[in-house]
Each structure stands twice: as C-alpha cells, then as structure tokens.
T-cell receptor, first 115, second 115 residues
Framework: EPEVTQTPSHQVTQMGQEVILRCVPI?????FYWYRQILGQKVEFLVS????????KSEIFDDQFSVERPDGSNFTLKIRSTKLEDSAMYFC?????????????FGPGTRLTVT | AQTVTQSQPEMSVQEAETVTLSCTYD???????LFWYKQPPSRQMILVIR??????QNATENRFSVNFQKAAKSFSLKISDSQLGDTAMYFC????????????FGTGTRLTVIP
C-alpha cells in the first residue's frame, strides 16, 4: 500500500540554525500539507500546497517557514532560523480529493528538537 | 473559523467493554467532513473513521462507529469490544468541503484500555 514517508525521523538542531524537513507524498496525490504538534498539544495546520504554490497557510506559518517541491517526488519544509518553540513533531500529509477521496494520508512525522 | 472541542482529556475502559469519546465542533459551513484519528505511542496519525456531513447514516468501521448529530454539531466515536491495541490518543478533526481542505483538530482524548 502506498504511504507517505518523512526524513529524518528525528532532527536535533541549535537555535538559529536552518533545518529542512523532507517528505515524499503518495505518488499520484496532488495536495500536500504540513502540520505540527508540540508535545502534549493538538495537531496544528501549517500550510497546504497545490499546483506548485501555497494554497493556504496558518498564522503559525510566518516568514521563517517556506515550502518547496524541488522535484517530482519530494516536498520540503524549511525553517530558516529555528527557535526553541519550533521544537515539535512535524507531520507531512498528502491527498487527492479530485478522486472523491478527501482523506489525508499522514507520514510518520519528524521530531524536531531545537536546543 | 472552525473549532473542534474534545471535552474529555482522558478516559479509560475495561478490555472488551464499550467506550464513547465526545467531540463537538463549530462551523458555518453546510458541507464538510469529520474524522477520528488515532495516535498510538509511535505518534503516527492513523485514520479510524470518517463521516461526510451530507450523509445522514452514521459511519461504521468494524468495532468503530460514530454518532453524528449535525444539528447539534456533535460527532462522537464509539469503540466496541475494546482491545489493548486501542490504547492511544484520539483526535477529532474537521475539514471544509471546499478549498485546500486542511484539517482542524481537537485537543485529543487519551484512551487507556485496561486489561
């Protein structure tokens, strides 16, 4: 069964450093998403991406964040200058609602620790 | 704006018994989707069940069923014959029918199945 994959599973970085989180969505999906979950809290929407551009973004997704689909398979989230409060689990998801299936398929997540 | 409320931070149930997790939501949309996601200790987000708002019939997936009350904006999850593997965080989520279809999550209910 096709699945969303994410790398790395755990990333430790120092405050102020740039990080790139990588995701490989399901191959025939056209919509891509990033969510984050601070430890012990709910999952929060960051950004959605369709047709090579951002469709929607939340208030959390400020100028420190960017997304990119550099090739036909990867979907990345970049945080330019990490802060302590960026420590969280980051989930990538993909969907293809054009088929009538609105389910978002989640990857296993990347745990980001900012020290 | 959409909000999702889960009023039970923690619940427990004896193995083989039935438990119901509550969820209410607030929206001005008429067409939307509702979901229950399970997050085990591995933190992977796993879809349990989904409900389209235009369908009056409650969704059922094996031991999992929902009680969808559109007028009351209520979407509870019933787990029958609870199993130890059901121990997890359960998140209720809302998705607008139109647009980029990002998910709005509740704060979650931690369910523990007691042997």
């Amino acid at each position: 069964e096709p699945e969303v994959t994410q790398t790395p599973s755990h990333q430790v970085t120092q405050m102020g450093q740039e990080v790139i989180l990588r995701c490989v969505p399901i191959s025939n999906h056209l919509y891509f998403y990033w969510y984050r979950q601070i430890l012990g809290q709910k999952v929060e929407f960051l950004v959605s991406f369709y047709n090579n551009e951002i469709s929607e973004k939340s208030e959390i997704f400020d100028d420190q964040f960017s997304v990119e689909r550099p090739d036909g398979s990867n979907f990345t989230l970049k945080i330019r200058s990490t802060k302590l409060e960026d420590s969280a689990m980051y989930f990538c998801a993909s969907s293809d609602p054009g088929t009538g299936d609105y389910e978002q398929y989640f990857g296993p997540g990347t745990r980001l620790t900012v020290t | 704006a959409q909000t999702v409320t889960q009023s039970q931070p923690e619940m427990s149930v004896q193995e083989a018994e039935t438990v119901t997790l509550s969820c209410t939501y607030d929206t001005s949309e008429n067409n939307y989707y509702l979901f229950w996601y399970k997050q085990p200790p591995s933190r992977q987000m796993i879809l349990v069940i989904r409900q389209e708002a235009y369908k009056q019939q409650n969704a059922t997936e094996n031991r999992f069923s929902v009680n969808f009350q559109k007028a009351a904006k209520s979407f509870s999850l019933k787990i029958s014959d609870s199993q130890l593997g059901d121990t997890a965080m359960y998140f209720c989520a809302f998705m607008k029918h139109a647009g980029a279809n990002n998910l709005f999550f509740g704060t979650g209910t931690r369910l523990t199945v007691i042997p």
